[in-house]
Structures are given as C-alpha cells and as structure tokens.
C-alpha cells in the first residue's frame, strides 16, 4: 500500500529545533512535487516548504531564513529542518508528494506528526 509516513514531531521550548522526516513506502517512482504543510488548532492548513524534484525550493514567509526543506529523491525521502522555532509554529505537519502521471496528477498525503512549541 502506497504511504507517506512522517516522523520527528514533538516537544521543544521557543529557540529550538526540530527535524521532520517523510518517507515513501509502496511507491517506485520519485515525486514530481513535495510539500509540508502544517494545521494549527483552528486554523486552516498551510503550505510551509515545497521542493520539486530538481532541487528549487519554496518557502511560506513565515518559515523563511529559519526552515530548510530537502529531500533525497533515491531514497523516496523529504526533511524539514526547523530552528529558531516559535511558539506560533505549533501545528501538525503533513507531508504531501504529487507525482504526474499520464496526464493525471496523482497526490498522497502523509497522517501528519505533531510539534509543540512550549515553555
């Protein structure tokens, strides 16, 4: 079964730092796109970070100069390396990879990984 599954999430006070990983399992092709998107509690869902496969990334304001996002297209693999987090960044991050096939555009979505920032 085709799955992106995301791991990393957790505890950290303001200032520190985190690093989120996604991987693909079921799936023998590369993604045309990856993404992170985060949902904090009653919000809507946000892009973050996106990467596409020739390495350009992208960033949501917020996250600029303080998120790098990457992703090793061998192993079916995408980070999210997050420092200087804040209090805002407290969200569920989902993993989410899109892949073009036959003129169709196939998507997954990862169940997401929580992060807290706290004092």
């Known amino acids: 079964q085709a799955q992106l599954v995301e791991s990393g999430g957790g505890l950290v006070q303001p200032g520190g730092s985190l690093r989120l990983s996604c991987a693909a399992s079921?799936?023998?092709?590369?993604?045309?796109?990856m993404r992170w998107y985060r949902q904090a509690p009653g919000k809507q869902r946000e892009l973050v970070a996106s990467?596409?496969?020739?390495?350009?990334?992208n960033y949501a304001d917020s996250v600029k100069g303080r998120f790098t996002i990457s992703r090793d297209n061998a192993k079916n693999t995408m980070s999210l390396e997050m420092n200087s987090l804040k209090l805002e960044d407290t969200a569920v991050y989902y993993c989410n990879a899109r892949k073009l096939l036959s003129y169709r555009w196939m998507e997954y979505w990862g169940e997401g990984t929580l992060v807290t920032v706290s004092t």
């Open positions: 990467i596409i496969d020739s390495g350009i990334t």
């Open positions: 079921g799936i023998s092709f590369s993604f045309n796109v």
